[in-house]
């Protein structure tokens, strides 16, 4: 019987080891962290073994095959050591790949692949495709094997995740954009955390549809870089493409497969450029699958975004209060700023990760946002970046008084905005937590004319 530890004891860690477990493989998971009960009692009712706040080198370096967390990076000692000896490292994508029988659309990218994960899914779902979501969203996908395969499989994929793959080939990929981003993981290399996106495309070849975004310069250089086989489906806001998708901002044009298809971009329940990229990407996805422009059409009309980006919470005296707190980086909240035409109420701030907030004070400037609340334990460079462009600047650790400041600065018509471009984990546990805890403060509100 071969030998399997799991390195890592959670959705993806407990997923691969229910579905090893059903393959036949001998099953060992260990954590160096504590097992939440739940985990623990999945595990004893599956028959597997494991063991927490401590990793047993020995044992995991006899294994046959080694499945890790995506958190757990190439340079830890224990995954340095199973290299020497030979022993293959992958990811559980990697792992469940192998036994599911469905073709894959693998969506990966800094910003925008949770939204077009979610729409493709979204597209193939309500044209009655028998289609599954996994990766970064919804459950483990090893996981949901154990239960059933299906014909189509919707995967988001981080770049964490791509550096364990080995023969994972997706019938369809798309490249949404590449910024800089977890440069730490990558020695502070771009062209490291690059090649590592455009290894996605790796194992593909001229059958198999890769769609990017052909005015990205990161994912330009990508392609130079790392060359690949899949045909490609251009996205771009500057011309029409012979194959792929382009957006004038007043309709999308779609080109697959000899046919051409245009939808109004008001037709999407869903705003802003960035949004108009998502649904180019998701839409020619779901027209290589088989999808009518009926079916794609109704889908974009029907589709509702993840909770925490873009997402409007209420309107409160005719001003509009948006959870944008998966918004952890300079790009994202770029996009965000850039929807709205009103003048706004911009909360941010968080933990750092080097940004260079220069991008963004062109959206913030000649009073379009009217007041930045800066929401962490240090706001000296955010405060530094804006001081003298954003008219007003008050800072608190508190989200629900930053929230009634938001409520007292914004006028009706205005938005409220949180985007904090940074992480969350100085005053939250992740931005889940950012998120739900701005939603609470906002439906906590009264109305000024009940006050």
Not at 35 to 54: M, T, Y
Not at 128 to 144: E, F, H, I, K, R
Not at 209 to 232: N, R
Request: hydrophobic share 40%.
């Amino acid at each position: 019987m071969k030998q399997i530890a799991i390195l890592g004891a959670g959705e993806s860690g407990l997923g691969a080891a229910v579905l090893a477990k059903r393959e036949g493989y001998g099953v060992w998971v260990s954590d160096l962290s504590t097992i939440s009960e739940q985990r623990k009692q999945s595990l004893r009712e599956a028959g597997i073994d494991f063991e927490e706040g401590v990793h047993s080198k020995a044992k995991i370096l006899s294994s046959d095959l080694i499945i890790k967390s995506p958190g757990i990076p190439e340079k830890a000692p224990l995954v340095k050591a199973a290299r020497e000896k030979g022993i293959p490292v992958v990811d559980e994508l990697e792992f469940a790949f192998r036994f599911s029988k469905g073709k894959v659309i693998a969506i990966t990218g800094t910003n925008g692949k949770t939204t077009t994960t979610l729409l493709t899914y979204h597209l193939l779902r309500e044209a009655g495709y028998d289609v599954g979501l996994a990766g970064n969203v919804g459950q483990s996908w090893a996981a949901q094997l154990v239960e059933r395969d299906h014909d189509w499989w919707v995967i988001e994929v981080s770049s964490f995740q791509i550096d364990g793959f080995q023969t994972f080939k997706p019938t369809i990929a798309i490249l949404t954009n590449i910024t800089p981003d977890h440069l730490d993981r990558y020695e502070y290399e771009i062209d490291k955390y690059i090649l590592s996106k455009m290894s996605l495309f790796e194992n593909m070849t001229s059958q198999e549809k890769a769609i990017v975004y052909l005015e990205d310069y990161f994912t330009q250089k990508g392609m130079e870089l790392k060359p690949f086989l899949a045909e490609l489906h251009g996205i771009s806001l500057v011309e029409k493409q012979p194959k792929g998708a382009f957006s004038d901002g007043e309709n999308l044009e779609y080109t697959v497969e000899g046919r051409t298809e245009s939808i109004l971009v008001s037709a999407l329940s869903i705003a802003g450029k960035h949004n108009i990229l998502n649904a180019l990407c998701a839409g020619t996805a779901a027209l290589l699958v088989g999808v009518s422009r009926e079916q794609l059409l109704a889908g974009f009309g029907s589709f509702k975004n993840a909770p925490h980006r873009m997402e409007l919470i209420r309107e409160v005296d005719g001003v509009r209060f948006v959870n944008d707190s998966k918004g952890t980086n300079v790009e994202s909240t770029f996009y965000a700023l850039s929807s709205y035409s009103e003048p706004l109420v911009w909360i941010a701030g968080g933990v750092d990760k080097g940004n260079d907030y220069s991008v963004l004070k062109p959206l913030v400037s000649h009073g379009r946002v009217k007041a930045l609340i800066c929401l962490g334990k240090d706001n000296e460079k955010l405060k530094g970046a804006f001081s003298g462009i954003v008219s007003e600047i008050k800072e608190t650790q508190d989200i629900r008084q930053a929230v009634a400041w938001g409520q007292e600065l914004a006028g009706s018509g205005e938005v409220v905005l949180l985007s904090p471009a940074c992480a969350s984990f100085d005053l939250f546990k992740n931005y889940e937590d950012r998120g739900e805890q701005f939603r609470s403060a906002v439906l906590g509100l009264i109305e000024k004319e009940n006050a």
